[in-house]
């Protein structure tokens, strides 16, 4: 059944594969993005051109009146959310002793501020739909910790926790609200962290290669389905078996 | 509004919106006791109440909504 999805953070890396794997089971999608609207209508027109129907949709997701305006113009222009990925997430990598705390604000507004404030506007319309899909994009460093990303391991931790609660909060109105918590995936986000890291990781990764985006997309497509109805209150990791 | 109009267009809500029965929508009716609304049924009340009648209900208000005949006073004082 088609459905109205909204993804933040949907115009690079996994969110814009998350875009376009909704797009292409026939979901119209609004995407969001912080600052790329370049790349947001990129993948809008991916979509598009594909014979889907998308949006592009720039805000703040950590700014509560720039959620409430992204909500708002994406009901008036596609209807209420059905489907809310959340997969906004940026890093600011230090090793805590240096690490000040705009590095650690920024990062648990932009990836768990975030996650509280839409998913909070999305549940009001899914509550009465008596249906929705809540799928929030953590991170292996959530579970396992990562030098240099206590502020992102704190922040991809805590979606773990609140989509636990939200699960039990609204299982009952037929919403799902689930975690996939990627390893390392081929994005400027891993590019960044340097070859030497990259090549490490790699030694540890059972298939022996990083992920691409749309092995993560597959697993959110599918979370994101009627399909996938009974599965709430989990994290699923998608890491090709990192440090099995 | 007159209070018999807030209490048919309130009866319709909880019909509609909560899925309650309507013969057992009564002024003394408990939600929770009675209609057996649970904790997250009573927020999406407020919710309904709010975006239908366009009033603001705050928490402490809120906590004092028990029967049907409560939110029908709440809803009757606010648009007076």
């Given at each position: ?73 994406v009901e008036e222009d596609l209807g209420k959310v059905e489907i809310l990925v959340n997969n906004a997430g940026i890093t ?153 | ?48 109440i709010e975006d239908n009648f366009d009033v603001k209900i705050p928490d402490e208000e809120a906590e004092g909504i028990v ?14």
């Amino acid at each position: 059944m088609a459905r109205v999805a909204l993804v933040t953070g949907g115009s690079r890396g996994i969110g814009s594969a998350i875009a376009r794997r909704l797009g292409a089971a026939g979901h119209t999608v609004a995407v969001n993005y912080a600052h790329n609207a370049d790349a947001a209508k990129q993948v809008v027109a991916a979509i598009t051109d594909g014979g889907g129907s998308a949006l592009a949709v720039g805000a703040d997701v950590g700014d509560e009146e720039a959620v409430a305006a992204m909500f708002q113009a994406v009901e008036e222009d596609l209807g209420k959310v059905e489907i809310l990925v959340n997969n906004a997430g940026i890093t600011r990598d230090d090793l805590l002793l240096r690490m000040g705390a705009e590095a650690w604000d920024d990062v648990l507004t932009t990836n768990l501020r975030s996650v509280y404030l839409c998913s909070r506007a999305a549940l009001r319309g899914m509550v009465r739909a008596r249906w929705g899909r809540i799928v929030s994009i953590g991170s292996v460093a959530g579970i396992s910790g990562n030098p240099g990303q206590a502020n992102y391991a704190a922040a991809k931790a805590g979606i773990i926790g609140f989509s636990r609660s939200l699960a039990k909060e609204v299982g009952s109105r037929g919403i799902t609200v689930n975690v996939v918590a990627p390893g390392f995936i081929e994005t400027d986000m891993t590019a960044a962290l340097g070859e030497d890291t990259v090549q490490a990781a790699v030694g540890s990764i059972s298939l022996g290669r990083l992920g691409r985006p749309d092995e993560i997309a597959s697993l959110v497509g599918y979370l994101a389905s009627d399909e996938a109805g009974y599965i709430t209150g989990q994290t699923i990791v998608v890491d090709g078996g990192l440090a099995l | 509004m007159e209070r018999a109009q807030i209490e048919s267009k309130l009866t319709d809500l909880l019909v509609d919106e909560l899925g309650l029965e309507r013969d057992k929508i009564v002024s003394s009716a408990k939600f929770e006791e009675d209609l057996e609304v649970d904790s997250l049924g009573v927020v999406e009340l407020l919710m309904a109440i709010e975006d239908n009648f366009d009033v603001k209900i705050p928490d402490e208000e809120a906590e004092g909504i028990v029967t049907v005949g409560d939110a029908v006073a709440t809803i009757e004082a606010k648009l007076s």
